[in-house]
């Protein structure tokens, strides 16, 4: 009985503590810097998925969604499809209870009802469907398979809840990803706007090679993920670029995985603003 007490007063300091954390966090700028540890009232999870992959992959995307307010919350999920404008896509709407919150290992097909690959957007909202001010959500996602021909095991690579910020960022930089014989590359930007956006990917290789560069067009409400064309070996930056001529404040998020070409095992990173001096 006291070691069940003592196990509550923790719950509830630790959500205390993390509720605290979380309302400071509100009071400072983002600069579309990447900060997964708190709350807001719009996140997106960039690449989310339910699909067949190379080397008898299967992958799903394990979320788990998180109401950090001491009372209900409505939650809105927009659905953005891989090569597609998304504004036609049936969006989702679960009421949340009380510093609670809802999970699927296989969110898209469960939750969404859909399939494919694409990147989900997750608003607090209002009774009327407008964006509250004072959400607190926050989202952890995995992309996982089970392991390729084997009946147990699964291999997963994680893709963070991100904090939706406009801003006027045209180029974002990728670190810490690798390409050779035995890994391939792929690297996916997220368009959130309602108008298509053009963008410029640049590799720099830490060995000889490197400076592929592809341009692709993004539907607005849409995202798309390439595969890196070349031969360089090493580890790698990306450089992304939106090239559009628009002064409209945009919101994109890019990222960059890299995948074993036996197993399908991968990891992956986010871009991220390059910081001012």
């Known amino acids: 009985m006291l070691l069940a007490f003592a ?8 959500l205390s503590l993390l509720l605290a954390t979380s309302a400071l966090a509100q009071s400072v700028e983002p600069n579309d810097l990447i900060i997964p540890q708190t709350g807001s009232n719009r996140l997106i999870i960039p690449v989310a998925g339910s699909l067949p992959g190379a080397a008898g992959t299967f992958f799903r995307s394990d979320i788990n969604v998180i109401n950090f307010r001491n009372a209900d919350q409505r939650v809105e999920m927009h659905w953005l499809p891989q090569g597609s404008a998304g504004d036609s896509v049936a969006d989702r709407t ?16 469960n939750i969404l009802g859909t399939s ?6 997750i608003i607090a909202v209002t009774s009327t469907g407008e964006v509250d ?4 959500l926050h989202a952890t996602s995995r992309i996982w398979t089970p392991v390729p021909n084997s009946t147990e095991g699964t291999m997963s690579q994680t ?3 991100i904090i939706l910020t406009p801003s006027n960022v045209q180029t974002k930089w990728i670190f810490g990803v690798r390409r050779d014989p035995r890994y391939r590359l792929n690297v996916g930007i997220t368009n959130n706007s309602t108008v298509a956006q053009r963008f410029r990917i640049t590799t720099i290789g830490s060995q000889t090679g490197g400076g592929e560069t592809v341009e692709l067009e ?11 064309p070349g031969t360089a070996n090493g580890t790698f930056q990306i450089v992304v670029q939106n090239i559009s001529l628009t002064t409209v404040v945009t919101t994109w998020q890019t990222w960059a995985s ?3 070409n036996v197993t399908g095992d991968a990891w992956s990173q986010v871009g991220f603003p390059a910081a001012s001096q």
């Open 258 to 260: 890299s995948i074993d």
């Open 7 to 14: 196990f509550m007063r923790y719950t509830s300091l630790l």
């Open 94 to 109: 679960i009421s949340v209870g009380p510093r609670s919150g809802f999970s699927s290992e296989d969110f898209v097909t």
């Open 159 to 161: 893709f963070p809840g």
């Open 116 to 121: 494919g690959l694409g990147a989900i957007e």
């Open 218 to 228: 993004i539907p607005g409400r849409s995202m798309q993920q390439v595969n890196m």
């Open 133 to 136: 001010p004072n959400g607190l």
